[in-house]
Each structure stands twice: as structure tokens, then as C-alpha cells.
């Protein structure tokens, strides 16, 4: 079973996405960020950025620190809608993919399904 | 318009205008008052010139009118001594030596050239010079028929004559002499010498341009200095009725304007006339006016140049004035603009978090309910109304320059030319779409669908500007700046440019509504028309880019927007894939439709380099053909949106309804919240922005393929 780190500040949405991921069938940790990581090997951390244009790649900087290798997915409320999943914001950021809020379960785990399990 | 619509730089304006004004009023005042000042002056003079040259002839003419009496005088007296002397004494003198004693006479009076002693017959018996003939006869002389037949008493004075005894020219004075009985006993005549006159008047200075005349009372003219020998014995009877004239004439003797004065020589008649030419006379006085004159030009003129200079100083100050509150102005804005979009960016993150949360759990709680119960159908509702909400934050993380879109070698024509022909599709019969784009293949550094959303909502707007039909002019062309530009929303630097004008025919803009076209939820269509939000995200689509707009509308005539776009020198480079291995297909066969022959290539290239069997179609009709004569043959449908025959939704939905499980990826260059949901609405799978990405497109067919399989 594939394990999937979450840092999500909003209460709401963090336990959307442990549900949505869980029902999918990884094992899900998700943390605020103010609480201390979860030292578990993971395969996937997705990651809620806050103010992405301002923060740029340091937004996604600790979590490369802390799990270093690991592919990451950005998630934040302030990417446009039409953003490319995979586009010039992905390279920037220095991330697998990224996904504008408020996401959709599809997109979600389509996107975690083409990094951790390509070959479906 | 913009600048008369700035509450403060108005009356601004207004003050500079009125010291201007005034500044103005005061130069032309000095100047007119120094002019007129020295007109006065010119004038006084000229005055003072006329009476001086009135008073100095008029005193010539007296002075020289007495002189001329005196002469005149002199001869008489002569004559009345001759006359007494010859009437008591002659006959005791021998008669040859009665010429000695005339020349005698004669000899001590200067002005008296001859004298004669004629008698009562006529007969010239003597004379002073005796180079005349003997017995000279002048009974026909008109000096002797007056003293003759007394037609004078005393003294006469005949016209000018030929002296018969001398053979010249000269004025005779006569006198009657008598018997012891009284009776006519001849006439002693003196022939006055006119040269010595003309010399004496010769000796007086008169100056360049002045004559002295001397005339009998009948206009004949005796004698002139400077002499004018075509003048002597011409009669001038104007000139005796003159007197001392107050104003220049036309002189009739030399036919100049003189001034001109005479005087009468007393107890004969005659008249001097002194004259002196007008230009000679003004001359030092014309000479001071010229100097006047020049003074007051060049005092006018330097007033002028002090005005120019003051004028053209206020206007810098007032132009730096101008641009110092347009720039407060545009600060102002651009802090205003700021910070709705950093209220709007924090408002539209909180927002997407609740709207994230919102459709996640109504779609798990949709999952749990049963299809067609109302508890579904309420569901259903929250969600289209969370779906709405997002479009909502999503125009508004647009204009508030907080979201973060693709930056990526964008060509502007080829944006503008797809949105074109959309506007051009669905353009009413009456508005005319004129076009030129001539910037070629420059680009800029930003994401493709921004950019479209700028010139479709400023489309749009000037669309919805021509209710009853018009022009919409739109012009895209490269520009260089080479000096840094003000314009209404922002500040240029200097550098390429891509310019892209938007103009309509419209009813324009009034001056106080164009202040706040660009602020967020500011529309003036009726409510529930327009969201308001449409110039907001090109505000901040364009200040993003690091672009700025102006804004040009005249009421009635129409508007224009000008959008500067920084253009980059970059090359475009290919997109860098995202360092990793990008999924693959298994020999798929992808169906791909696009009008574009060269997209199709470019997709059939990239498909089968990701390991699926693409299939081509350039057209969206054959394309449904081929799919409904082997529904089964394809695995994916990958088509474009815009096509002419069939677009790409309409596309989908027949192939759909032919084979539902088959899975439909869309491709547009613009996209849009309308089109997302119109796809999704038909089962469409994915929407992917052109220029399509070698990753995304690997993604979205993988994702694809995996829900097909599902």
C-alpha cells in the first residue's frame, strides 16, 4: 500500500483529502503544518502552498528537506484554475504536479495515480 | 479626458491659466504703454517741429519782407531827390553833364542799377549809364502812361520789363515830374537792381531745401533764390493769398510740399515768400521718430520674448504640476488597485479552501445518497452553486494578481487571431469587425489564456458598447519606445512593446465612469449583466505581464484601449518536461481531430512517441464518419474545440452517444470556465490548453485510458 504524506493548514480540507485518499486505498498521514512531520517513509507529500507567487519554490523547500527524493504535489488556493498540471508553475516550483483549489477527487487521484503507479 | 477629469489638477490648471492670462495682459500693457508713450513724444515733437519751422520761415519772410521795403525805400527816396532836384536845378545845368550827375546819384545807392529821366513826350533824355541809343522813346512803358495820366499817386512800380537801354531784365520805380506850373513834365525812373537782392537773400541761411520768392501782388513771380529760371514771370496767384501757413503745401512753383510763409513788402506790391521743404524740415524730427520707434520695438519686443519666456516657464511648471499629480493620481490608483487585489487574493484563498471543502464533501455526500431522491437533487444544487462560486474566485484571484498562472514564450497574434475568429463568429450583423495584426511572431512571457481573456473581454465590452451597430476596430503591430510613457494606467519603460488596440464606434465613456472602469465589481450594465469583473482582470492580467493601458473615449464617438504588453527577445524554447518519466501508452489507438494539418502532425508525432497508434482527421465530419462506420477501432478521442464544420464539444457529444464509455479529451487555446463546464457537462474527460505540453498531453491520455478501464 502506498503511503501518502499530507500538509494541509485547513482543518476542512485536510480531512477531504485523508478521506478521499484513504477510500482510494493508500495510507494517508496528514498534518497541519505547524505540527511536527510524521517520520514515515512516504511515496507521495502533497502540500498546500500558500501564496505560491510570493513564496515561489521556498513554499515546497522544506518538504524536499524533510523527505528528500519524494515526489511532491502542490496544492493551493491561489493557482489559477487553468493552471497546466505539469507546466512551467509545476518547474518552478520544483514539483511532480500541481493542482488549483478547489480540486476535484478525479484530478486528485488521477495525479497521484500517474506518479505513484504510472503504468495504470 | 483623462487629465480634464482629475478633480485636483483642474483647478490646478485653472489658476495657471488665468496668471498666464494675466501675465500676458500685463506685457501687452507695458508694451502698449511704452508704445504710446513714445507715440506721445513723436507726436509732441513733430509738433514742436512745425510750430519751430512755422515761427523760424515766418520770422525769415517778415525779416526779409522788410529788408526787401527798405530797398524799395531807398530807390523811392533816390527818385523823389532826383525828381526835386531836376525839377529846381537842371536848367542851370548844361544838359550833357545831367548824365554825369544822374550817375552820381545813382553811384551811392547799390540796389539801383539806372536811372533815367524821360520827358513829357516820352523821349529817355537821360540816364545814369549812357551806353544807351539817344532819344530812346518809352512813351509805351507802363512807368511812364501811370505817371502820365496820374493812374498812381507817387510812386509806381512796373512789372518785370526788358530795359531798352540795357537789354536786361529788371522792375522800374517811377516817379512824375512837373513844371513850375504843375503840368506833366516826364518821369524820373530808377531800374532797381534785383541781383543785389538776390544776393542779400542768398546770404540768408535757410537751410537744405528752402527758396526765398519774391512775387508781385499778382502772383508774378520776380525773383527766386535758389534762382528757378523757369519759374521767373510765371504767375502764382496762390501763393499771395497765403499768409503764414499752418500746414505743409504743395508748393506750385517747384510742385514739392513746403512750408510755406509769406509776407507783404510794405507800401509796394509785393510779397516774399519764404518756402522750406516738408522732408527737409521733418527730417530730424522723422530722423527722432525712427529712433522712437525702433526703441519701442525693440522694448516691444523684448516685453514679448519676457512674456514668451514667462508663458512657456508657467507651462513647464504647470506641465510638471500636471505630471506630478497625475502621477500621484496614478499611484493613488495603483495602491488602490493593490490592495483590493491583496484584500481580493487573501478573500479568494479562504474562499477556494470553503469551495474545496464544500464540493469535496457534497460529492462524498452525494456518493451516499440515492440517485433522483431530493436529498441528491439538493446536493446537486449546493454543488452547481459551489461550481459557480469557483468560476467567481477564480476572475477575481484573475484581476487580483495574487494567483499563479502559467508563464510561459507566448505568440500574441496567434492568441488574438483564435479570439478574433471567436468574436467574429458570434459578432452581430450590424458591427463590422476591421482587423490588422502586424506583429508578426512576437511574443511575450505570460500564459496564452490570459492574454485571451484580455482581448475577449475588451472585445466584448465594445460589442456591448455598439447597440446599434458600428465598428470594431482591432489593431495588434510591435512598438519600441524609446523614452519612457505616461499613459492612463501606468508607466512605460522604455523597450519593446507589443500594442494591441481595441476601438469601438460605441457610445463611449463618460469622463467620471472611465476613474473607475478598472475597479473590481464596477459595471454600468444593469444588475445581474455583468459581474463587474471583466476590466478588473485585465487590469490585472495586463500589470501582471508588466504591461499598462490606456484608455482613450470620447461620448458618442467611441472608446479605444490601448494595452502596452512588454514583448520578450527571447526565443522560445521548448517547454522543459518535468524531470521524470512520463507515462505511456500501449499501442492505443487515438483518434485526432484538428482543422490545423500541422497540429494533427505535431499530435500524431508526440502520440507516437508516448507509444499510442495515432489516427489524423483535419476534418471534424469525416472524422464522425470514420468513427461511426468502426465505432470500436478507437481507444481515445483527441480533438480540437474550434473547428468550422463541427466544433469539438458537438464532436464529442455524437461520438458519445454512439460509444459512451469512450473517453474525449478536448483541446482549446483558450479555454475558459464556460468551456470546462460545457465539456464536462458531455463527458468530456479533459480540457488541455493549446499549445498542447508533451507531458500534460502524456498525463491526461494516461488518466484517460486508466478511467476507460475502470
Redo the contacts between chains.
Sequence with gaps: MSSIVIYEADDLMRGLLQEWLTRAGYSVSAVSPCDPPPHVATDLVIVNIEMPKHAGSRGADKIRAAYPGTRIIAISAQFRADLSTVGTTAQVLGVAQVIAKPLTRDALLAAVSAIIDPAN | MIENSDPIAQPAGLRFKRLRLRIVILGVLVVIAFAGSSAYDAWRSYGSTLAATHREIANVATALAEQTAWTFEGVDLTLRDTARWYQSDSRKIAPERLDEILANRSAGVRQIRLITITDAQGIQRHRSRGSSPPDLDVSDRSYFIAQRDRTVAGLFMSEPLISRSEGRPGIFLSRRLEDETGAFAGVVAAIVNLEDLQRFYAAVTLGGGGAVQLLRDNGQLLMRDPPDPNAIEKKFPQLVSLGAAESPLTNPIDGKRDFIAVARVRDTPLFLAVTREEAVALRSWHDEAIRLAARSAVVALLGFVGVGLLWRQLRRIETGERALRASEAQLRQSQKMEAMGTLA?GI??????????????G??AQQQSAPDTPMWRYIDNVMNA?ERA??LV?RI??FS????????HVRVQSVIEETLELIAASLPVDIRLEKTLIAGDAALIG?S??LHQVAMNLCTNAVHAMEHGGVLNVLLERADLTEARSVSRGILSPGPYIRLVIADTGVGIPPEVVERIFDPFFTTRGVGKGTGLGLSLVHGIVSDLGGAIDVKSTLGEGTRFEIWLPATTEVAKP????V????RGRGETVMIVDDEPMLVTLAEEMLAGLGYEPVGFESSRAALQVFRSKPERFDLILTDEAMPELVGTELAREIRLLRPAVPVILMSGH???AL?QRAAAIGVKEVL?KPL?R??LA?AL??AV??A?C
Design positions: 487574493g479568494a484563498h479562504d474562499f477556494n479552501n470553503i469551495l474545496g471543502a464544500i464540493l469535496g464533501y460529492e462524498l459551489a469557483k468560476a477564480d484571484l484573475g494578481r495574487s494567483g499563479l498562472g502559467e508563464r510561459a500564459d489564456t490570459q517547454a522543459v518536461e518535468a521524470r518519466e512520463l507515462p479555454g475558459g470556465a470546462a490548453h505540453q507531458a500534460d498525463e494516461a488518466r486508466s478511467s478501464k
